[in-house]
């Protein structure tokens, strides 16, 4: 997961700029810089949950991901009034891809930090369907760190 996360970010950089030719304005890479930020984060956390399960011992770097959990969240507001006040002044392929990739980023804290949100086999969907939404790995990782 770690490396999918961390090889995410140059691949959606060419799609995204490279072959869909989104220009590369303040905004739009903006608005991609909290999205690759949030995919080194949970690159970060898969690489520390790994340590953890080769080490048998508690999560490494818990600290640094209670830290940016707090921090995020002032960025990500700041990036999305950026990135909407661009597209209410001019929309369009100058603006509006930075707004998406804010949100998307968006998505991906709450999806690492809180609530899981990718349920990509059919074993996270049975249990979607059967009990609902579950806590992210994460969220349940920094939450055993405050009880122990």
Do not use: C
Not at 35 to 55: P, S, T, V
Not at 100 to 107: D, G, H, I, K, S
Not at 127 to 140: F, Q, W
């Amino acid at each position: 997961m770690a490396l999918l996360e961390l090889g995410n970010i140059p691949f959606q950089a060419w799609i995204w700029f490279g072959i869909a030719g989104l220009p590369v304005t303040v905004v739009n890479s903006l608005g991609f810089a909290l999205f690759a930020i949030l995919l080194a984060q949970g690159a970060l956390y898969w690489m520390a949950k790994l340590r953890q399960l080769r080490e048998s011992a508690l999560l490494p770097g818990t600290r640094a991901f209670l830290i940016a959990r707090a921090t995020d969240v002032p960025l990500l507001v700041a990036g999305l009034t950026v990135t909407g006040s661009a597209v209410a002044a001019d929309p369009g392929r100058d603006s509006w891809p930075g707004l998406v990739f804010a949100l998307v980023a968006v998505l991906e804290y709450v999806n690492y930090f809180h609530v899981q949100l990718m349920h990509d086999t059919v074993a996270d969907l049975r249990r979607l369907m059967a009990t609902g939404p579950r806590r992210s790995h994460l969220a349940r990782d920094l939450a055993r760190r405050r009880r122990g």
